[in-house]
């Protein structure tokens, strides 16, 4: 029903056709709430904290993924290329568990949640979730105090923690019909009307475009699959190799905002694809048994394997990786060259 009732949104945001009218009224409402959340803030009524170290958040406009949390690994591999010391903070979406940990090589999904897990596996930066961002930022800052970056994956619309700059994610699904939800797939008005973020950081805004597509204002990036995938007993393969004749039919799961994009990738890679499995995104795997799939070599996305490992180690993961374009990174540094330099010479650290 859940499957059903988002392919009935999807095919309504494409267009302004019945449903998305019939819906706008409900929009306009979600308009007003958003004017007024941001007015309590710009007011001074609402709390902006101010980390003591610089804030990057990387957030899209759409519901569903777009490539955020593959852009918030590159970003974190660029700035640590640059020296700096740099954290992560997130909201763990999909774990059970609550409070503000920070995530170590042990951690499971259903404690941290399966992107956060995946950012510091790839990286090896502390990563901190919680669901007070805020709370997470102090937590990481006090056992990493000489982190001078924190990325805030996810959290555009949120408004208590100050950012110095902000990296929008958008694919090729640009704006479908350009409404708020539920008419539209927007969670904000976009572009951004004019002061819609004043008194609420420093709008220094870079749209980074996963759809290889790349228009006005914006950077675009190009994503692909990593040639070498891993499964949970350590060992490695390649596409091509599972695919060779004389071997199991493959099977390719995924729990991802939208797991048909995963599976084109893998054909295009070269994967022969006997099975398709789309499921939620963030899905458990916890009532799922290493038969549930059938007798089939299993390929699944790296963020799905810690969870997936669980119970059949024997499935390959297969990483993501994204090659931005240059300017993009030209411009945040630039940016957080400026943002560095502001924090030393103020007295306060900000």
Not at 176 to 191: H, Q, V
Request: glycine content about 10%; charged content about 15%.
């Amino acid at each position: 029903m859940a499957a059903l009732l988002e392919h009935w949104l999807q095919k309504a945001w494409s267009s302004r056709g019945a449903l998305a009218l019939a819906l706008w009224p409900v929009s306009c409402a979600y308009a007003l709430l958003l004017w007024l959340r941001r007015l309590v803030f710009r007011c001074g009524l609402g709390a902006v904290h101010r980390a003591q170290a610089c804030v990057v958040v990387v957030g899209n406009v759409l519901v569903g993924g777009a490539g955020k949390t593959p852009t918030v690994i590159s970003i974190v591999e660029h700035l640590r290329a640059q020296g700096l010391q740099v954290g992560v903070v997130s909201k763990g979406y999909g774990r059970s568990a609550t409070g503000t940990v920070l995530v170590h090589a042990q951690s499971r999904p259903r404690d941290c949640g399966d992107e956060p897990l995946l950012i510091h596996l790839r990286t090896g930066v502390p990563v901190a979730v919680g669901r007070s961002r805020i709370a997470s930022a102090r937590v990481l800052l006090a056992h990493h105090p000489q982190t001078q970056v924190l990325l805030m994956d996810d959290g555009l619309q949120d408004y208590s923690l100050w950012r110095d700059a902000e990296v929008c994610v958008v694919d090729e699904r640009g704006l479908g019909n350009g409404w708020l939800l539920p008419a539209g797939p927007l969670r904000e008005l976009w572009p951004r009307p004019p002061l819609a973020q004043a008194g609420l950081c420093n709008t220094h805004l870079m749209v980074l475009n996963t759809g290889g597509q790349g228009g006005m204002g914006q950077f675009h990036c190009r994503r692909r699959l990593l040639e070498v995938l891993h499964n949970g007993y350590g060992q490695r393969s390649t596409l091509q190799a599972l695919s060779a004749p004389g071997g199991k039919p493959i099977k390719a799961i995924a729990g991802i905002a939208r797991p048909t994009a995963f599976f084109q990738m893998l054909e295009q890679a070269g994967g022969v694809l006997a099975a398709r499995e789309a499921l939620p995104d963030h899905y458990n795997f916890a009532e799922c048994t290493a038969s549930s799939f059938g007798d089939f070599t299993l390929v699944c996305t790296e963020k799905d394997a810690a969870k997936l490992w669980e119970v059949a180690p024997q499935a390959w993961a297969v990483g993501l990786a994204q090659d931005i374009e240059a300017p993009f990174f030209a411009a945040l540094d630039a940016r957080l060259g400026q943002a560095l330099a502001a924090r030393l010479s103020s007295p306060h650290g900000h």
